[in-house]
């Protein structure tokens, strides 16, 4: 049976955006080098050594234990490690990995999997049912990645490579959930869990994916060996194998650093780079940048609270916030504007041209006016609005990062300019989830990671039972019967036409309840030396930044 764990899950989903990312959106801080711009030579003090690829990381994963991680880092060096059943391929459709054949039952509440043979882990442990089944409910009992499984009632072995699955209702989107988070279900080495008991994920780390773990250096470095019995590679990667016959991957979480130790070629290639600093390193001889839209910013309104649990109140925040400049303020430029609550590109999210007509457009003079038909006036512009006494003044929560810092205090000023102060905080990290859960913010700068998929959006960020003040990441506390319902249709109908014109629906009711102001989407960049061959094979894959183990088996010297 699946044990729900939600508070601790939906926790954890906070520190996947801001804890990675702490890690991986500080580089959006702004921080400059005074070290020098290097030599540009992508060679570095001894030259490119073609066996051995040094990557380079701006922070420390927390733990190597696939069904214990949550964190980016984690995800980057598990991906070459350990596999899950199911990968996300460029359609973004998940295919079977180390499942051979599936079958799925016309409701879509038992699924039969078919285990490819022959597939070994790195101590020579064979992948067959029982080990699968194991891995499921250790996930499971662990409860941290636990979330995406509760559907599911049951694990099976019915035959040496078969495993079946049961849910207790209609889950058509099990393998999307499988592949999507798929270095969080990666299949680990239970003999090797057995025999290091608390040592593994950090002594030990045994896997069945391209690379084998060697060493973990605390806070200096991470290194793998290729596994050269690994034949079992997807069927849409250019290469099952990589040519590089080890991996570095060097921890340096201060950005500057991080960018100089790229451009002088220590390292030869870098993940989360600056964003204030790629204009340096696409400008320097022998390194160049990839950019990929994988994490959006935006400003849920807390409706369960006075004054924003009045409608009014929330479409004239809306229309009070400009984007444009916020681009400028938290991201350098580096990103592009959002008005969708899913991004139009992703599956099931409305079309580019109707989240612009739904959105509520920059226009404070429309903002003064939906709060003046509230009954909230002032005597002039700028002045504190009020109304039966009370003045018109929220709570505006930032976690303390730099660039949802920078974007809160011009959030702030716009929301002045129509009469309504602010109260502003960007306290300590806990202090931070504890005000959200405890109800005490009327709009926090907020953020999300890469998904593809509409579902994925809705079910985590506006579901009535992800509600902050529960615990979860609906950071709006909002709670719409009808909105509940459709997504549970996304989740739950078989047809996957339906399942995308419930996603649409639900967006729609979204922009109309003014529930968040969608902001930007935010650039994530990879910096590379010219001297590495694959990058244009990886990044041709339109999920190339989530894909860190086609990242692995493509780039090379």
Same mark, same amino acid.
């Given at each position: ?49 073609t ?6 990381i ?131 080495? +239970? #003999?090797?869990?057995?025999?290091? &008991?608390? %040592?593994?994920?950090? =002594?030990?780390?045994? *896997?069945?994916? !391209? ?40 921890i340096?979480p201060?950005?500057?650093t ?55 109140v929330?479409?004239a ?5 400009? +984007? #444009?400049?916020?681009?400028?303020? &938290?991201? %350098?430029?580096?990103g =592009?504007?959002?008005? *969708?609550?899913? !991004? ?71 929301l ?27 709009i ?37 019967p ?25 967006q ?50």
């Amino acid at each position: 049976m699946v044990k729900n764990n939600h508070s601790e899950l939906n926790r954890r989903g906070l520190l996947t955006v801001f804890g990675v990312s702490a890690g991986a959106l500080a580089g959006c801080l702004g921080e400059t080098d005074d070290n020098g711009n290097g030599n540009g030579n992508g060679n570095g003090n001894g030259g490119i050594d073609t066996d051995q690829l040094t990557v380079g990381i701006n922070s420390e994963p927390t733990t190597l234990d696939a069904h214990e991680s949550t964190r980016i880092p984690e995800r980057l060096t598990l991906s070459a490690i350990h596999e899950p059943l199911f990968y996300l391929n460029p359609d973004a459709e998940p295919v079977p990995h180390l499942v051979s054949d599936y079958e799925i039952n016309e409701d879509a509440t038992e699924f039969v999997f078919q285990l490819q043979e022959g597939v070994t882990f790195h101590n020579g442990e064979p992948l067959d049912a029982e080990v699968v089944e194991w891995n499921f409910d250790r996930i499971i009992d662990i409860g941290i990645n636990s979330g995406d499984l509760d559907p599911v009632t049951s694990f099976d072995v019915t035959g040496e490579h078969e495993l079946t699955i049961e849910t207790e209702s209609p889950f058509p989107l099990l393998l999307q959930e499988l592949a999507e988070f798929s270095n969080f279900h990666g299949m680990v080495s +239970r #003999e090797a869990v057995e025999e290091a &008991g608390d %040592d593994f994920g950090r =002594e030990v780390i045994v *896997g069945t994916g !391209p690379y084998e773990f060697v060493e973990w250096e605390a806070a200096d470095r991470i290194r793998l060996e290729r596994y050269d019995d690994y034949d079992w590679g997807p069927d849409f990667a250019t290469q099952q194998q990589s040519s590089v016959e080890e991996v570095e991957i060097r921890i340096i979480p201060e950005a500057s650093t991080l960018t100089n130790e790229l451009m002088v070629g220590d390292v030869d290639a870098a993940y989360e780079l600056s964003l204030a600093q790629t204009g340096e390193v696409e400008s320097n001889d022998g390194t160049d940048v990839e950019r990929n839209q994988g994490t959006w910013t935006f400003l849920p309104i807390n409706v369960d609270r006075s004054p924003t649990d009045e409608v009014e109140v929330r479409r004239a925040i809306s229309h009070a916030i400009d +984007r #444009e400049p916020l681009l400028q303020v &938290g991201l %350098d430029g580096e990103g =592009e504007l959002l008005y *969708g609550y899913v !991004p139009p590109f992703w599956g099931g999210g409305l079309s580019e041209s109707e989240n612009q007509e739904l959105a509520y457009e920059y226009d404070p003079d429309r903002a003064r006016e939906l709060l003046e038909e509230a009954g909230w006036t002032n005597d002039e512009q700028g002045a504190v609005r009020s109304r039966d006494g009370e003045e018109l003044e929220l709570d505006l929560l930032s976690f303390p990062l730099g660039l949802l810092e920078n974007m809160a205090e011009a959030i702030q000023s716009m929301l002045t300019d129509v009469g309504i102060a602010t109260d502003y905080r960007a306290p300590e990290a806990s202090t931070f989830y504890t005000d959200l859960e405890n109800d005490e913010h009327h709009i926090a700068t907020s953020g999300g990671s890469f998904t593809p998929f509409a579902s994925s959006v809705l079910s985590r960020y506006y579901h009535g039972s992800e509600r902050v003040s529960e615990g979860g990441r609906n950071y709006s506390n909002y709670d719409n019967p009808e909105v509940n319902d459709l997504i549970g249709e996304i989740q739950t109908d078989p047809d996957p036409d339906a399942r995308d014109d419930a996603a649409m629906e639900a967006q729609r009711i979204l922009h109309d309840d003014a529930v968040a102001v969608n902001l930007n989407l935010l650039n994530r960049n990879y910096g590379y030396d010219t001297q590495l061959q694959g990058i244009d094979t990886w990044t041709e894959n339109p999920l190339w930044w989530g894909q860190y183990h086609l990242h692995w088996r493509e780039v090379e010297f």
